[in-house]
């Protein structure tokens, strides 16, 4: 599709997203997990293929990503509106949401069921976990948007993972302290992934709940409130729980809580690299400087960023936070990470190895 727009300073812009239809690949990452447990029963129960999502995320994508590289092209800024305005963008994130649900069902229904040795039920949960982790990135989308009904799948997206407070806490907490000591969601200097989920997990928690709380209070509402947006993403997570519990039995309890886990660990990987070591410096005033481009880590590696709807394209997203995924714009001049994101947590796992990567970055840009 070709976007156009007539200015009066550049006349008519026309720009073609070659990427248009690429973003379909994003749902690969709920399909994975079924097309594994398809092939498993389709090769008379060849429990080797569950290894397969997980050798996706973080192999395949991360070898695509340096083999096709990196896309530094961005839409014209005259037709960034345009863009933003195209219903087709946001149809593919609400249709992958049910796609992530019908995943869930269908691993726990085949971990119950099939007769798997232990690593290849672990394979499968780890699967499960990191697509409902990616399915946080979704939510984190849909959290941005103002719509009712964004808002609603943002919050099943959200369900996944049973991380309900993720939405308030991310825009009203993490956008206003990002990059400051302050933010439990931005990792220190010198930090590992370990140390950072120790204090990230709890403190995103605490947040969340304390935004949610002052909200209702404005509007003049209980915590316990059936307005409380956090207490209903909780309950669509523990309904679900208990309707497969009472389905599957109580077998299912360890994975639905461990892909869970996983879910979360995934999110704090990714708020890890994001702001890695960055900081905002503090005025004589005691406010901090506004968040620059240059407060987030980037990547333009193409095939990640298209997994992951262009949450790697970070400094824009901070700077315009309701510009839409595929309108988020590449910057020169900004802190780059060294490959997209499945690479950079593979990295991340060893500190040391992060730490010799990551530093020297980090300095240039302190």
Known sequence: ????????????????????????????????????????????????????????????????????????????????????????YRALLLLIVPAFWVMLIASAWFVVTADLPWWSYLAMTVACGMASGTALTVGHELGHKQGRLDRMFAMFANALSGYGHFCIEHNKGHHTWVATPEDPASARFNESIYAFAGRELPGTLKRGLHHERERLTRKGFSFWSTKNEVLQ????????????????????????????????????????????????????????????????????????????????????HHANPMRPYQALRNFDELPRLPSGYPGCFALASIPPLWFKVMNPKVMDWA
């Open 233 to 316: 993403g909780y309950a669509i997570t523990l309904g679900v729980w208990i309707a497969l519990t009472l389905w599957l039995g109580l077998a299912v309890l360890p994975f639905i809580i461990l892909q869970s886990i996983i879910g979360w660990f995934q999110l704090t990987q990714a708020n890890y690299v994001e702001h890695y070591g960055l900081k905002r410096s503090k005025k004589e005033n005691g406010r901090y400087q506004p968040v620059e481009p240059r407060h987030s880590w980037n990547t333009n590696h193409i095939v990640s960023n298209l997994v992951l709807f262009h949450l790697q394209r970070h400094s824009d």
């Open 1 to 88: 599709m070709i976007f156009v727009a007539e200015t009066n300073e550049a006349g008519r812009v026309e720009y073609r997203d070659t990427k248009r239809y690429l973003w379909w690949l994003g749902f690969t990452v709920p399909v994975m997990p079924i097309v594994a447990i398809l092939l498993y029963y389709g090769l008379g129960e060849a429990a080797w293929v569950t290894l397969l999502p997980v050798l996706y995320s973080y192999v395949f994508i991360p070898l695509l990503d340096l083999v096709m590289g990196e896309d530094h092209a961005n839409p014209p800024a005259e037709v960034v509106e345009k863009m933003a305005e195209d219903s087709y």
